[in-house]
C-alpha cells in the first residue's frame, strides 16, 4: 500500500472488509494490481464493485488475488495451479523471464512482506 500505486486496491479491500484479514499471520502470497491494472477495466466496472451492495462480489475477486501459502516466484512453475483463497484456482504460465498468472503479467516479483510475499500484477484477474 506504501508504494503508492496501490490505491485502487488500499479502496477495494476497504470496501470488502479484508485489511484486517490480509494484516493476519499469514502467510500469504497476494497477487497485487496496480492502479493501472484496475483502470484496464470497463469503465464504471471499479466505481460498481465499491458499492455497499456488491460487496460480497468484490470479496470474490480480491480473494482470488490471494493465496493461504508463501511463494516466492521461484517456488512457481510453469503449468501450476495456485488454490487461492476464494477456493478457485488460477494458473502460472512461465516463458523465460515472463510469469503470468492468469490473464495478468508479474511485473514486480518477490516483495517482501511481514506476513508472506506480494507479486505486482498489470491486471485484474477475475474468477470464471
Same mark, same amino acid.
Given at each position: 500500500?506504501?508504494?503508492?500505486?496501490?490505491?485502487?486496491?488500499?479502496?477495494?479491500?476497504?470496501?470488502?472488509?479484508?485489511?484486517?484479514?490480509?494484516?493476519?499471520?499469514?502467510?500469504?502470497?497476494?497477487?497485487?494490481?496496480?492502479?493501472?491494472?484496475?483502470?484496464?477495466?470497463?469503465?464504471?466496472?471499479?466505481?460498481?464493485?465499491?458499492?455497499?451492495?456488491?460487496?460480497?462480489?468484490?470479496?470474490?475477486?480480491?480473494?482470488?488475488?490471494?493465496?493461504?501459502?508463501?511463494?516466492?516466484?521461484?517456488?512457481?512453475?510453469? $503449468?501450476?495451479?495456485?488454490?487461492?483463497?476464494? $477456493?478457485?484456482?488460477?494458473?502460472?504460465? @512461465?516463458? $523465460?523471464?515472463?510469469?503470468?498468472?492468469?490473464?495478468?503479467?508479474?511485473?514486480?516479483?518477490? @516483495?517482501?512482506?511481514?506476513? $508472506?510475499? @506480494?507479486?505486482? @500484477?498489470?491486471?485484474?484477474?477475475?474468477?470464471?
Amino acid at each position: 500500500m506504501s508504494a503508492g500505486s496501490f490505491t485502487t486496491l488500499a479502496k477495494a479491500l476497504q470496501a470488502a472488509d479484508l485489511v484486517d484479514t490480509l494484516k493476519g499471520d499469514g502467510p500469504f502470497t497476494v497477487f497485487a494490481p496496480t492502479d493501472e491494472a484496475f483502470a484496464k477495466l470497463p469503465k464504471g466496472t471499479v466505481e460498481g464493485l465499491l458499492k455497499p451492495e456488491n460487496k460480497e462480489k468484490l470479496k470474490g475477486i480480491l480473494t482470488y488475488h490471494v493465496a493461504a501459502a508463501k511463494a516466492m516466484s521461484s517456488d512457481l512453475s510453469d $503449468g501450476q495451479d495456485v488454490k487461492t483463497v476464494n $477456493g478457485k484456482s488460477v494458473k502460472v504460465s @512461465i516463458d $523465460g523471464k515472463t510469469v503470468m498468472v492468469g490473464d495478468a503479467k508479474v511485473v514486480k516479483a518477490d @516483495i517482501a512482506a511481514s506476513n $508472506g510475499v @506480494i507479486h505486482v @500484477i498489470d491486471a485484474v484477474l477475475l474468477p470464471k
